[in-house]
């Protein structure tokens, strides 16, 4: 079992619609919960940054992280095409400056 | 934000010769860097934590002779594939820490 699975899609939405995005993890360890965004043939950038369970939103963006289910989330809401991008989920055990363990990845494409 | 650059962005060399990447903060002083690895669909995998002025830490897995690490200065780590093989093929990138970690845009390397 890999430590943090995250479904590769792709999934694909029409402009507007909300999106959910997930991670399971099984190291109860991890405390640190991070969502990434990628571009093709880009490097990631950080969307949300969490260490606690529950939800932290940040404009269209919602992280939710439960702790006891080992599950995280990412909700897009009104998305747009400038979303379509790979989202990793990612996460760590002590804090930012220790290495990320990354998920696979998810494939989002918003359509006009 | 805080920048990272990563050169080149792209190269391809002969089966048998070195590549040298270079990873640069460019406004801030990173304490560490982390060289990741992505092959196509796949999730970034860490291959070493570098820190200024000490050897690198390898994963489990990866060869720290073929990979050699160099972190001379706070603003400039360089990873260089030695005797790079087609399986090397891939795409390389950096991130550097201060507060969190901030991503370069990577490097694709192929290998003919």
């Known amino acids: 079992q890999k430590e943090v699975e995250q479904d590769p899609g792709p999934l694909s939405v029409p402009e507007g619609a909300i999106v959910s995005l997930n991670c399971t993890y099984s190291n109860s360890a991890f405390q640190y919960f991070m969502w990434y965004r990628q571009y093709s043939r880009k490097g990631p950038e950080l969307l949300m940054y969490?260490?606690?369970?529950g939800n932290k939103e940040d404009g269209r963006f919602t992280a939710q992280v439960d702790k006891s289910s080992k599950y995280i989330s990412l909700f897009i809401r009104d998305s747009q095409p400038s979303d379509s991008a790979t989202y990793l989920c990612a996460m760590t055990f002590n804090q930012a400056g220790t290495a990320l363990i990354f998920g696979k990845g998810t494939t989002l494409s918003v359509s006009s | 934000g805080a920048v990272v650059s990563q050169h080149p962005s792209w190269v391809i060399c002969k089966s048998g010769t070195s590549v040298k990447i270079e990873c640069r903060s460019l406004d801030f002083q990173a304490t560490t860097m982390f060289w990741y690895r992505q092959f196509p669909k796949q999730s970034l995998m860490l291959m070493a934590t570098?820190?200024?002025?000490?050897?690198?830490?390898?994963e489990q897995g990866v060869e720290k002779d073929k990979f050699l690490i160099n972190h001379a200065s706070l603003t400039l780590s360089t990873l260089t594939v030695t005797s790079a093989h087609p399986e090397d093929s891939s795409f390389y990138i950096c991130?550097?820490?201060?507060?969190?970690?901030?991503f370069g845009p990577g490097t694709r390397l192929t290998v003919l």
């Open positions: 969490t260490y606690s369970s």
């Open positions: 991130s550097a820490y201060y507060l969190e970690q901030f």
């Open positions: 570098s820190n200024e002025g000490s050897k690198a830490t390898y």
